[in-house]
C-alpha cells in the first residue's frame, strides 16, 4: 500500500505535453519577430529595397572588386567597380535610347494601322459588329488607360523615389564591396559567444548562394536575350535590341518576366510584321524557354539554390504586391538565402545535439563531471 503517498517517477505533465508547450511558444517567438522585421521593412521600403538591391549587386561585382583590389587599395577596387557598373548601365541605355528615337513613328504607324485593320474586321468579319458599338468598346478602352495612368506629381514622385532610391544602392554598394567582411564579423561579433561560428558558417553559405543565384541568373538572361534577339534580326522584327534588353530584365524575374517579355515580343511582333511572324517568334521564345529550363538551368545554378516552383511563384507575387517590381524581383533571391541560411543552422543544430549525449555519458571521476557541469552551464 502507497498510503497517498505518489508515485515519485510518476510526472504530473506528460512530457510530449512540455514539448508541445515549447514548440508553440517558439513558434510564437519566431512568428512575432518575422512579423515585426516584416513590418519594419514596409514601413522603411526604400532604405530596404536599396539594402536589398546592393547586395545583390555586390554579390555579382565582388569577383572584379577582388580582383582590382589585387592592384589597388580596397576603397579605389569597390569604387572603380562601382563606376564600371553605371558606366555599362548608362552607356547601354543611350545606345538604346539612340536606336529607339529613330523607329518609334514607325511602331506607332504600324500600331494605328493594326488597330484599324482590326476594327474593320469586328465589323465586316463574321461578328458583324455595328461601327457604334466598335468605337464605343474602343473609347471605353482609351479612358481606361488614362486612367490608370499615372499623374504629373504621381509620376514626379515615383522618378525622385527611384532615383533617391539607386543613390542609396550605389553608396550602400561601394561600403559592401570595401568592407563586407568586416560589416559581417561586426555582426557576428553581437551573437553570444557560443554560437558565433555556427553565424559566421551560416552566413558564408548564404553569401555562397546569393552569389551563386545572380550569376547564373545573369548568365541565363544573357542567354535567352542573345538567342531571341537572333531570331527576332532573323525574323526582320522592328525594335529586336530593345526587346532583347526587355528579355534580359525580365529574366531577373522567375516565372512572370519570360511569359510578360515574350508575350510584348509577339505582340510586337503581331503588330509589325502579321500573323505569321509572330506566329514564328511565340515558337523561337518557346525553344528558347525550354532550353533555359531543361539545361540552362540546371548546368548554371547549383541545385542548391533552385526552389520549388509554388514556392517561386508565391514568393514573386509577395514581392510584387509588397514592394512592386523590385520586391518581384528581390524576392526569390532573398527566399534561397534564407532556406540556406536554415538548412546551415538546423544542420549544426542537429550534430550539436547528437554529440552532447557523448561527451556527456563519457565516463570519469566526479570532479571531471563536476567540472563538465560547470562548463556545460557557464559556456565561454
Avoid at 506607332?108 to 465586316?124: E, G, K, N, P
Avoid at 510578360?260 to 525553344?287: E, K, N, Y
Amino acid at each position: 500500500m502507497t498510503g497517498g503517498v505518489e508515485d515519485p517517477g510518476r510526472e504530473l505533465v506528460p512530457r510530449w505535453f512540455r514539448r508541445a508547450v515549447v514548440v508553440c511558444a517558439g513558434l510564437l517567438v519566431v512568428g512575432a519577430t518575422v512579423w515585426v522585421l516584416g513590418w519594419i521593412a514596409l514601413q522603411l521600403a526604400l532604405v530596404t529595397l536599396s539594402v536589398a538591391t546592393a547586395l545583390l549587386l555586390a554579390a555579382l561585382l565582388s569577383p572584379l572588386a577582388r580582383l582590382l583590389h589585387r592592384a589597388m587599395p580596397a576603397w579605389l577596387a569597390a569604387g572603380l567597380s562601382v563606376l564600371l557598373l553605371v558606366a555599362a548601365v548608362g552607356g547601354t541605355g543611350y545606345l538604346l535610347e539612340q536606336r529607339i528615337r529613330g523607329q518609334l513613328e514607325n511602331l506607332a504607324s504600324s500600331l494605328t494601322a493594326s488597330i484599324d485593320s482590326i476594327r474593320d474586321w469586328l465589323v465586316t468579319g463574321p461578328l458583324a459588329l455595328r461601327p457604334e458599338q466598335v468605337d464605343e468598346v474602343r473609347g471605353r478602352l482609351v479612358d481606361a488607360l488614362r486612367a490608370a495612368a499615372p499623374s504629373g506629381v504621381t509620376a514626379a514622385n515615383t522618378v525622385i523615389s527611384v532615383l533617391s532610391g539607386l543613390l542609396i544602392a550605389l553608396f550602400v554598394l561601394f561600403f559592401f564591396l570595401k568592407d563586407g567582411s568586416g560589416m559581417w564579423r561586426s555582426v557576428v561579433a553581437v551573437g553570444p559567444a557560443r554560437h558565433r561560428e555556427r553565424l559566421e558558417e551560416a552566413g558564408r553559405r548564404g553569401w555562397e548562394t546569393l552569389s551563386r543565384y545572380v550569376r547564373g541568373v545573369v548568365v541565363i538572361a544573357l542567354a535567352d536575350a542573345v538567342l531571341i534577339g537572333i531570331g527576332l534580326v532573323v525574323l526582320g522584327v522592328p525594335l529586336a535590341l530593345t526587346l532583347s534588353l526587355l528579355v534580359f530584365l525580365g529574366a531577373f524575374v522567375p516565372l512572370l518576366g519570360a511569359t510578360i517579355s515574350g508575350a510584348a515580343a509577339v505582340l510586337v511582333a503581331l503588330v509589325t510584321r502579321g500573323p505569321v511572324i509572330a506566329l514564328l517568334v511565340l515558337g523561337v521564345v518557346l525553344v528558347v524557354q525550354n532550353v533555359e529550363g531543361n539545361l540552362l538551368q540546371p548546368f548554371v545554378q547549383s541545385r542548391a539554390v533552385k526552389l520549388h516552383p509554388v514556392v517561386i511563384l508565391l514568393s514573386v507575387t509577395a514581392g510584387w504586391v509588397l514592394f512592386g517590381v523590385a520586391g518581384a524581383v528581390i524576392a526569390v533571391p532573398l527566399v534561397a538565402v534564407a532556406r540556406s541560411v536554415t538548412e546551415s543552422l538546423s544542420h549544426d543544430q542537429s550534430a550539436e545535439s547528437r554529440t552532447e549525449p557523448a561527451e556527456r555519458a563519457e565516463p570519469g571521476t566526479e570532479s571531471d563531471r563536476a567540472g563538465a557541469s560547470t562548463a556545460l552551464r557557464d559556456p565561454p
